[in-house]
């Protein structure tokens, strides 16, 4: 085995890297050309008129914008902070010693994982007949609440055993051990994961505009609901579409980066050791 070699592949030869090459350059290409489609396809259409963009310009467009806007990062909000806390919960009643503790904690787990997240938004909203808000970030709360969960158990258990037993034959108790040993170590591990589950609340908050939540999508179906050229929907999709895909993204690049700085053992990086300096010697030195 090489030096550039690894325990699981080696390093491609020179014809597999000119093959890589060949793929990636025509993988460029092909979708270059369809975006390439896309647009002529909009120019085709007269999507770029200044008559269908003029309606944008006006104060109470912006507004009414600015406003479904706010109202998605509020229940997205409420949606993250709820889901982790409940993430948190139904994880401890899984690694509970109590069995019919764990065994309630992992049919609410695997019932709200398994549930579409459409059907738990339109069941709470016209079942229970909650405000739209509420309704809303119950069904985002419930399931990414359920997948959470799932994340810090995983997380906890991936800590290595020993820190655990190390744990306890130091005579703290379970508490103890979960807040000061398990917990402060998996969380390194599951940061990533979390923040990629927020992503998923973050998009799924467009589902808010079926039960009549005011949300971006909403304002965006409202606006072009009453424009009065061919096909609104799309300058309304082409401004609302970059605004979500660089909030999405935004998140994204937090949990990457985040990631990044995991790999960074703590342990390994130099400490300054002061020079050796004469001093007292030890009883019997000389």
């Known amino acids: ?116 997240v459409l059907v738990m938004i ?33 997380g906890v258990n991936s800590v290595e055993r020993g820190q655990k037993e190390a744990a306890y034959a130091l005579g703290m108790n379970k508490t103890q051990v979960m807040t000061h040993v398990l917990v402060p170590q998996a969380v390194r591990a599951m940061l990533p994961t979390i923040i990629s589950q927020l992503v998923v609340a973050l998009k799924d908050t467009s589902l808010g505009y079926l039960i009549t939540y005011e949300e971006f999508l909403h304002a965006g179906k409202l606006i072009a609901s009453n424009l009065d050229y061919d096909l609104p929907f799309i300058p309304v999709v082409m401004v609302i579409s970059p605004i979500y895909i660089g909030m999405c993204m935004l998140l994204s690049w937090f949990a990457t980066w985040v990631a990044r700085r995991q790999k960074r053992n703590p342990k390994t990086e130099a400490v300054d050791v002061a020079p050796a300096e004469p001093g007292t010697l030890l009883p019997g030195a000389r």
């Not at 709820?82 to 009643?93: E, Q, T």
């Open 1 to 116: 085995m090489t030096a550039d070699s690894t325990a699981l592949y080696d390093i491609p030869g020179p014809r597999t890297r000119r093959r890589h090459l060949v793929y990636g350059i025509g993988s460029t290409v092909l979708i270059l050309a369809l975006f390439g489609w896309l647009v002529h396809l909009l120019f085709d259409t007269d999507q770029f008129t200044s008559t269908k963009w003029a309606p944008f310009e006006y104060k109470g467009i912006q507004e009414l914008l600015l406003k479904g806007l706010g109202n998605t990062l509020k229940a997205f909000a409420y949606a993250a902070v709820l889901s982790l806390a409940l993430g948190a919960v139904l994880a401890v009643g899984r690694l509970s010693d109590h069995r019919p503790v764990r065994w309630v904690a992992t049919l609410l787990v695997e019932f709200f994982r398994a549930m579409p």
């Open 122 to 154: 339109f069941f709470v909203f016209v079942a229970l007949k909650v405000q739209p808000l509420p309704a809303l970030v119950a069904g985002l709360t419930l399931y990414n609440g359920s997948v959470l969960a799932e994340v810090f158990r995983t």
